[in-house]
């Protein structure tokens, strides 16, 4: 069993590649979808998202509470995906306090560390630290937030990839 990182900037093909990767694998599979659909065009992604998934995936949605919802699933899935971490991170600082985050960041990152012995667990996340410096506060503290949860991830990954332009570089 194994933990898969995968990353890269918007509409690199991380997804499909993750997706991909994950149907290789046998058993039962569920893909834990992390975003509200706030708006046509978020409601039009999601439903771009689903069209893609074919019968063999259950899905769950959670937007808020990743590490409950993996400890609940846990014995009864072989596969888990995870889409999106950024998204998910997104949702967690609107409703926490920038202390908060970084606790659960930490249990988040604990949880797949347990887990990874006992599944194949794909989480997919967007690198958004290579671009200018964002002007506002709150951008830049996503931003750091944002390669803090990523470096801990890649950091209990068994496999880490870079996905740019839809061509998957190995990292780890």
């Given at each position: 069993?194994?933990?898969?990182?995968?990353t890269g900037g918007?509409?690199?093909?991380?997804?499909?590649?993750?997706?991909?990767?994950?149907?290789?694998?046998?058993?039962?599979?569920?893909?834990?979808?992390?975003?509200?659909?706030?708006?046509?065009?978020?409601?039009?992604?999601?439903?771009?998202?689903?069209?893609?998934?074919?019968?063999?995936?259950?899905?769950?949605?959670?937007?808020?509470?990743?590490?409950?919802?993996?400890?609940?699933?846990?014995?009864?899935?072989?596969v888990i995906l995870?889409?999106?971490?950024?998204?998910?991170?997104?949702?967690?600082?609107?409703?926490?306090?920038?202390?908060?985050?970084?606790?659960?960041?930490?249990?988040?990152?604990?949880?797949?560390?347990?887990?990874?012995?006992?599944?194949?667990?794909?989480?997919?996340?967007?690198?958004?630290?290579?671009?200018?410096?964002?002007?506002?506060?709150?951008?830049?503290?996503?931003?750091?937030?944002?390669?803090?949860?990523?470096?801990?991830?890649?950091?209990?990954?068994?496999?880490?990839?870079?996905?740019?332009?839809?061509?998957?570089?190995?990292?780890?």
């Open positions: 069993m194994s933990l898969f990182f995968v918007s509409k690199s093909g991380k997804s499909t590649f993750a997706r991909l990767r994950a149907e290789s694998l046998k058993g039962r599979r569920v893909f834990i979808a992390t975003a509200v659909p706030i708006d046509d065009e978020m409601r039009s992604r999601i439903a771009a998202h689903k069209k893609e998934r074919v019968a063999m995936w259950e899905t769950i949605e959670e937007p808020f509470h990743l590490t409950s919802v993996i400890e609940g699933v846990k014995g009864a899935y072989d995870i889409d999106c971490l950024t998204i998910w991170l997104t949702n967690v600082m609107l409703s926490e306090s920038a202390y908060l985050v970084e606790e659960v960041i930490v249990g988040f990152v604990s949880v797949l560390e347990q887990i990874k012995s006992v599944v194949d667990i794909f989480v997919v996340s967007n690198e958004v630290g290579m671009g200018i410096v964002p002007d506002n506060a709150l951008s830049r503290c996503f931003r750091d937030h944002a390669g803090l949860l990523n470096q801990s991830v890649a950091a209990v990954s068994d496999e880490a990839y870079l996905i740019v332009s839809g061509l998957p570089l190995r990292l780890k």
